[in-house]
């Protein structure tokens, strides 16, 4: 079993940056993907950004040179940068691991 905690939402004006952070904790595979997720309202949830271990990401289009997302193997972390926000950011954000989720953050970008 694997717990998620993730901090750093907020409400943010358009063209501002947020981070979001995730802490895992429990029975951690050494193998694994860390991953952010969004879901805003009335919508489908999207995948938002994921690392392997290794390092190697994946960013959903509408992200790519503007999110960043980083982790820390030692600390088991997993961060997200978040530059150039757009009110279509908006959404509650999920830290992921390969299949558990953490409880989600809001983040909320006015016009």
């Known amino acids: 079993q694997v717990q998620l905690v993730e901090s750093g939402g907020g409400l943010v004006q358009a063209g501002g940056s947020l981070r979001l952070s995730c802490a895992a904790s429990g029975r951690i595979p050494s193998i694994n993907v860390m991953g952010w997720y969004r879901q805003a309202p009335g919508k489908q949830r999207e995948l938002v950004a994921t690392?392997?271990?290794?390092?190697?990401?994946n960013y959903a289009d509408s992200v790519k040179g503007r999110f960043t997302i980083s982790r820390d193997n030692a600390k088991n972390t997993v961060s997200l940068q978040m530059n150039s926000l757009k009110p279509e950011d908006t959404a509650v954000y999920y830290c992921?691991?390969?299949?558990?989720w953490g409880q989600g953050t809001q983040v909320t970008v006015s016009s």
């Open positions: 690392i392997t271990s290794v390092g190697r990401t």
């Open positions: 992921t691991m390969n299949t558990w």
